[in-house]
């Protein structure tokens, strides 16, 4: 079992910057690409930003593409999601999740998630 605990989200304006965090525990943490999804209530849950085990490969959302970056830290056993010019329409719960195999965009392609961190930004 592999253990996620998400932190760092909040209450921001338009143009402002968060840093996610998420945590793992349980299993060896470099085993696992990771991913970071995004949802708000009633909607389906939406891709944001993967990255491979070892960090060297990453993929974004179109939506989220230059603004966010996400990157590891396999010494810490902590992945981040570094989000800058937030808009109104970022507002939702991110959760990140891991796999153990390549990057996927793809949810249900997961093994594991965590519970999330709500993401608000006024506009």
């Known amino acids: 079992q592999v253990q996620l605990v998400e932190s760092g989200g909040g209450l921001v304006q338009a143009g402002a910057s968060l840093r996610l965090s998420c945590a793992a525990s349980?299993?060896?943490?470099?085993?696992?690409?990771m991913g970071w999804f995004r949802h708000t209530p009633g909607k389906a849950r939406d891709f944001v930003a993967t990255?491979?085990?070892?960090?060297?490969?990453?993929y974004y959302a179109d939506s989220v593409k230059g603004r966010f970056t996400i990157s590891r830290d396999n010494a810490k056993n902590t992945m981040y999601l570094q989000m800058n010019s937030l808009k109104p329409e970022d507002t939702a719960v991110y959760t990140c999740?891991?796999?153990?195999?390549?990057?996927?965009?793809?949810?249900?392609?997961?093994?594991?998630w965590g519970q999330g961190t709500q993401v608000t930004v006024s506009s």
């Open positions: 999740a891991a796999r153990s195999g390549s990057i996927s965009y793809t949810p249900r392609e997961y093994d594991y």
């Open positions: 990255i491979s085990r070892s960090g060297g490969g990453t």
């Open positions: 349980g299993r060896t943490f470099s085993n696992y690409a």
